[in-house]
């Protein structure tokens, strides 16, 4: 079973940065894409972005609100995908989680981990 | 960008009765490579994440009870759920992972008549 774990959420000041940590594991990491999507409260679902497998070169993608100013990364020694996030707005905050795909010819959806919440505020 | 349209936003609907969700995609959504459309559906309880019921528009994610079924193709979608069961009070979203941005629809919300 595919297992996801993010951590390094909490409060930080508008204009600061944080890095989000996501551990996976039950899943041969090497081959997913991993993908960040961030929930404030009380509203939808919003993507962020996603960086893809060695094999597609770690390809990454971001949203217009976070391009330039968040950056993915991932380590596959270590099973982990971070979320590098800096110049931080007010309306960055949000719960952030991270999700696998996984590909079997074509990047499939997977769990999702419990998030990480985010309060950037003076 | 791809805009995913959920309706209704919210449905009430009796215990043991049919609930049914639709999602339209403002382009095609189908790999042609595999013939699939690039479309799932997550169910959200409170305080909980997402979770994977549907993708490839129909596929049921492992675990997933077979009261739930996906359907639909190219730019239509429906998530129905059979029988309805006091667990499944939630918001439901749908997603195209066609192309990025991925992007989600607003929610249902269902809730229990």
């Known amino acids: 079973e595919v297992q996801v774990v993010e951590s390094g959420g909490g409060l930080v000041q508008p204009g600061g940065s944080l890095k989000l940590s996501c551990a996976a594991s039950g899943i041969t990491f090497s081959d997913v894409a991993m993908h960040w999507v961030r929930q404030a409260s009380g509203e939808g679902l919003e993507w962020v972005g996603r960086?893809?497998?060695?094999?597609?070169?770690?390809?990454?993608a971001y949203a217009a609100s976070v391009k330039g100013r968040f950056t993915i990364s991932r380590d596959d020694s270590k099973n982990t995908a971070y979320l590098q996030m800096n110049s931080l707005k007010t309306e960055d905050t949000a719960v952030y989680y991270c999700?696998?795909?996984?590909?079997?010819?074509?990047?499939?959806?997977?769990?999702w981990g419990q998030g990480s919440l985010v309060t950037v505020s003076s | 960008d791809i805009v995913m349209t959920q309706s209704p936003d919210s449905l009430a609907v009796s215990l043991g009765e049919r609930a049914t969700i639709n999602c339209k995609s403002s382009q095609s959504v189908l790999y042609s490579s595999n013939n699939k459309n690039c479309l799932a559906w997550y169910q959200q309880k409170p305080g909980q994440p997402p979770k994977l019921l549907i993708y490839w528009a129909s596929t049921r994610e492992s675990g997933v009870p077979d009261r739930f079924s996906g359907s639909g193709s190219g730019t239509d979608f429906t998530l129905t759920i059979s029988s309805l069961q006091a667990e499944d009070v939630a918001i439901y979203y749908c997603q195209q992972y066609y192309s990025t941005p991925l992007t989600f629809g607003g929610g249902t919300k269902v809730e229990i008549k």
């Open positions: 960086i893809r497998s060695k094999t597609n070169n770690y390809a990454t």
């Open positions: 999700t696998p795909f996984i590909w079997s010819g074509y990047y499939t959806p997977s769990n």
